[in-house]
């Protein structure tokens, strides 16, 4: 009869169980809710094409397979389910693979030598926070310790030595640097092996040795300099960086194991100390990871990441709602709460509501930077004005570190050519689009439609930006967008968002005079008059002591700009009790734009 498994191992490894569940399941969580935009932010600066020349391509540089399976898996973020599954699911394998190459070091481990295997895991979920940390890295982390485990089950010193050679070999050209981790491994390994001290000293010696002459060697097929070629290709987004974040990773990939297998974790065994060890390293890990994510997870870009994310998918009701909750202050998420305003027509209704920097709140000047370039591209290509939109999708692809192609900018460059009637360039851009996944059959229904001219332009969307589109839409100074924008209106009556922007801008500028003539030109076409308006009315009027017309300004503004101007005369604008008015346009104009906070 087979012998009965102890009740106490049974336990032991139902706690296991359950410690590993509970940890991958809180970073499904943490990926698929608070920081879902970080899956949009990744996926939309990366172009994963399904053709043989770009597998080649990407196994041309040292690290290739590594960032080839991390751009695989990366171009599935647009469903951030998976995108939560994928993240959660390496930080559950680095776990379980550490903690398995430690048990094969030393079987009786206490609770506690488990829980340390938790420790890398924990610093990559860190580390990826940084949102220049590409999937490869973490990839890459997963095959070290695959080869490890294989590594720490061969018996016989010398055919380790042998293996080791080759996995480093082979490690660096499909993987990257992650194989520095495997030579300290490897040498503590056999330390810790008692292989005798020769082999010590052969083994690190032959690993090390093997390493530098891996990178001198592919520093004569790929035309990198050699220090990026002992540093990273891969791993991060910006060339010739490397933070040293990463190689503590490393080094702890390396080490760990050896940490939760020691000796003095044997004798810690019988201790009856054991429960309380393993609760102060849950209350450190948590500890940990509650200062840690404030640290790494650098808020204001995260926050730029959410509002980018939800101008990517039109989620406008969401972008107010959060604006709701606290107040906009970057100039991006200023641009991105005025468009949300302006696309569901609350723009002249509500701006005030929220914080104001300026006419630069609704078209931020240009910015070489990526992220911040797409929002505005957004807000320029709703509007209609499709060459400038044009041009900051190019510049944002064009501006990303790594030199990477842009499958969201891809997208709108098609739609700027499409709609300008540059058949032959959009085509282009789709026949790249085809090889993709998830742009493929987009791009295949809109070259269809450009063999249709009909078909353009009774497009929802593409009918109505080509009847707002300028054709002298070329440059123009940033000082007079207003007027840009005043002609987007002339030449399409239905073009709202052109005409609350035009409104709203004249005011955020602080001219009152050129809102009123402005506004005298959009009643020439419409009745509109919304509160924003009327408060621009009433202001204009008592600014030149005239009576304000009863018929276009509610009673209820009337007085309440009176009663402003009461308290202004009384205590100046510095008086707290001014507050009450804090979203209103005369606050803005007198007093500066509604607090922050």
């Given at each position: 009869?087979?012998?009965?498994?102890?009740?106490?191992?049974?336990?032991?490894?139902?706690?296991?169980?359950?410690?590993?569940?509970?940890?991958?399941?809180?970073?499904?969580?943490?990926?698929?809710?608070?920081?879902?935009?970080?899956?949009?932010?990744?996926?939309?600066?990366?172009?994963?094409?399904?053709?043989?020349?770009?597998?080649?391509?990407?196994?041309?540089?040292?690290?290739?397979?590594?960032?080839?399976?991390?751009?695989?898996?990366?171009?599935?973020?647009?469903?951030?389910?998976?995108?939560?599954?994928?993240?959660?699911?390496?930080?559950?394998?680095?776990?379980?693979?550490?903690?398995?190459?430690?048990?094969?070091?030393?079987?009786?481990?206490?609770?506690?030598?488990?829980?340390?295997?938790?420790?890398?895991?924990?610093?990559?979920?860190?580390?990826?926070?940084?949102?220049?940390?590409?999937?490869?890295?973490?990839?890459?982390?997963?095959?070290?310790?695959?080869?490890?485990?294989?590594?720490?089950?061969?018996?016989?010193?010398?055919?380790?030595l042998a293996t080791a050679v080759v996995i480093l070999l082979c490690g660096y050209w499909f993987m990257g640097t992650?194989?520095?981790?495997?030579?300290?491994?490897?040498?503590?390994?056999?330390?810790?092996?008692?292989?005798?001290?020769?082999?010590?000293?052969?083994?690190?010696?032959?690993?090390?040795?093997?390493?530098?002459?891996?990178?001198?060697?592919?520093?004569?097929?790929?035309?990198?300099?050699?220090?990026?070629?002992?540093?990273?290709?891969?791993?991060?987004?910006?060339?010739?960086?490397?933070?040293?974040?990463?190689?503590?990773?490393?080094?702890?990939?390396?080490?760990?194991?050896?940490?939760?297998?020691?000796?003095?974790?044997?004798?810690?065994?019988?201790?009856?100390?054991?429960?309380?060890?393993?609760?102060?390293?849950?209350?450190?890990?948590?500890?940990?990871?509650?200062?840690?994510?404030?640290?790494?997870?650098?808020?204001?870009?995260?926050?730029?990441?959410?509002?980018?994310?939800?101008?990517?998918?039109?989620?406008?009701?969401?972008?107010?709602?959060?604006?709701?909750?606290?107040?906009?202050?970057?100039?991006?998420?200023?641009?991105?709460?005025?468009?949300?305003?302006?696309?569901?027509?609350?723009?002249?209704?509500?701006?005030?509501?929220?914080?104001?920097?300026?006419?630069?709140?609704?078209?931020?000047?240009?910015?070489?930077?990526?992220?911040?370039?797409?929002?505005?591209?957004?807000?320029?290509?709703?509007?209609?004005?499709?060459?400038?939109?044009?041009?900051?999708?190019?510049?944002?692809?064009?501006?990303?570190?790594?030199?990477?192609?842009?499958?969201?900018?891809?997208?709108?460059?098609?739609?700027?050519?499409?709609?300008?009637?540059?058949?032959?360039?959009?085509?282009?851009?789709?026949?790249?689009?085809e090889n993709t996944l998830f742009y493929k059959e987009w791009a295949r229904q809109t070259s269809a439609l450009m063999?249709?001219?009909?078909?353009?332009?009774?497009?929802?969307?593409?009918?109505?930006?080509?009847?707002?589109?300028?054709?002298?839409?070329?440059?123009?100074?940033?000082?007079?967008?207003?007027?840009?924008?005043?002609?987007?209106?002339?030449?399409?009556?239905?073009?709202?968002?052109?005409?609350?922007?035009?409104?709203?801008?004249?005011?955020?500028?602080?001219?009152?005079?050129?809102?009123?003539?402005?506004?005298?030109?959009?009643?020439?076409?419409?009745?509109?008059?919304?509160?924003?308006?009327?408060?621009?009315?009433?202001?204009?009027?008592?600014?030149?002591?005239?009576?304000?017309?009863?018929?276009?300004?509610?009673?209820?503004?009337?007085?309440?700009?009176?009663?402003?101007?009461?308290?202004?005369?009384?205590?100046?604008?510095?008086?707290?009790?001014?507050?009450?008015?804090?979203?209103?346009?005369?606050?803005?104009?007198?007093?500066?734009?509604?607090?922050?906070?």
């Amino acid at each position: 009869m087979g012998i009965l498994p102890n009740p106490t191992y049974k336990k032991r490894r139902v706690l296991e169980t359950v410690l590993t569940t509970i940890f991958g399941l809180s970073a499904f969580l943490f990926w698929l809710f608070p920081y879902k935009s970080a899956l949009s932010y990744h996926e939309q600066f990366q172009l994963f094409l399904t053709t043989s020349t770009y597998f080649k391509e990407a196994l041309s540089i040292p690290g290739g397979l590594a960032r080839y399976c991390g751009e695989f898996l990366v171009q599935m973020y647009v469903m951030p389910v998976f995108g939560a599954i994928v993240l959660s699911l390496i930080l559950v394998a680095v776990q379980i693979l550490i903690y398995a190459i430690a048990k094969k070091i030393r079987k009786d481990m206490p609770i506690w030598g488990y829980l340390l295997s938790f420790i890398p895991s924990l610093l990559i979920w860190l580390y990826i926070g940084d949102e220049n940390v590409l999937l490869p890295f973490c990839i890459a982390s997963v095959s070290l310790l695959l080869a490890v485990f294989y590594y720490t089950n061969i018996e016989r010193p010398y055919h380790r030595l042998a293996t080791a050679v080759v996995i480093l070999l082979c490690g660096y050209w499909f993987m990257g640097t992650i194989v520095y981790a495997f030579v300290l491994y490897a040498t503590i390994y056999e330390a810790v092996r008692k292989s005798g001290t020769t082999h010590l000293v052969v083994t690190g010696v032959t690993l090390c040795l093997t390493t530098v002459a891996a990178i001198i060697i592919v520093s004569n097929i790929v035309n990198y300099p050699i220090e990026r070629l002992f540093n990273d290709l891969v791993y991060y987004r910006i060339p010739t960086t490397v933070p040293l974040m990463q190689y503590i990773i490393m080094g702890m990939l390396a080490v760990v194991p050896f940490l939760c297998s020691s000796n003095k974790a044997g004798n810690i065994i019988k201790s009856k100390y054991e429960n309380a060890v393993a609760l102060s390293i849950l209350l450190l890990y948590g500890a940990m990871m509650a200062g840690g994510v404030g640290l790494f997870y650098d808020e204001k870009k995260y926050e730029l990441m959410d509002y980018d994310c939800m101008v990517r998918t039109n989620n406008w009701q969401g972008i107010i709602r959060k604006a709701s909750e606290r107040q906009p202050d970057l100039p991006m998420s200023v641009c991105a709460t005025n468009l949300a305003l302006g696309m569901t027509g609350q723009l002249c209704e509500s701006a005030f509501n929220y914080f104001q920097n300026g006419a630069e709140g609704l078209l931020p000047p240009f910015q070489r930077n990526s992220n911040s370039m797409l929002i505005t591209a957004e807000a320029y290509f709703l509007l209609g004005l499709t060459n400038t939109a044009q041009r900051f999708y190019f510049e944002a692809m064009e501006g990303i570190p790594n030199y990477a192609h842009s499958g969201r900018c891809l997208k709108r460059l098609a739609e700027t050519n499409l709609l300008n009637g540059q058949y032959a360039v959009a085509e282009k851009y789709l026949k790249i689009l085809e090889n993709t996944l998830f742009y493929k059959e987009w791009a295949r229904q809109t070259s269809a439609l450009m063999k249709e001219e009909g078909a353009i332009d009774k497009h929802p969307l593409y009918g109505n930006l080509r009847r707002s589109h300028l054709t002298n839409d070329y440059l123009f100074s940033e000082s007079e967008i207003d007027k840009i924008l005043g002609q987007l209106f002339i030449k399409n009556k239905e073009n709202q968002l052109a005409m609350q922007y035009m409104l709203l801008c004249s005011l955020l500028q602080r001219d009152v005079n050129k809102f009123m003539q402005y506004l005298s030109v959009v009643q020439q076409y419409k009745q509109y008059n919304p509160t924003i308006c009327q408060q621009g009315i009433a202001f204009a009027y008592m600014q030149a002591n005239k009576q304000i017309p009863q018929n276009m300004v509610s009673p209820a503004i009337i007085e309440r700009l009176k009663n402003f101007a009461t308290i202004v005369t009384a205590d100046g604008k510095q008086s707290p009790r001014l507050a009450a008015h804090n979203n209103t346009l005369w606050y803005y104009l007198i007093v500066g734009s509604k607090s922050q906070n």
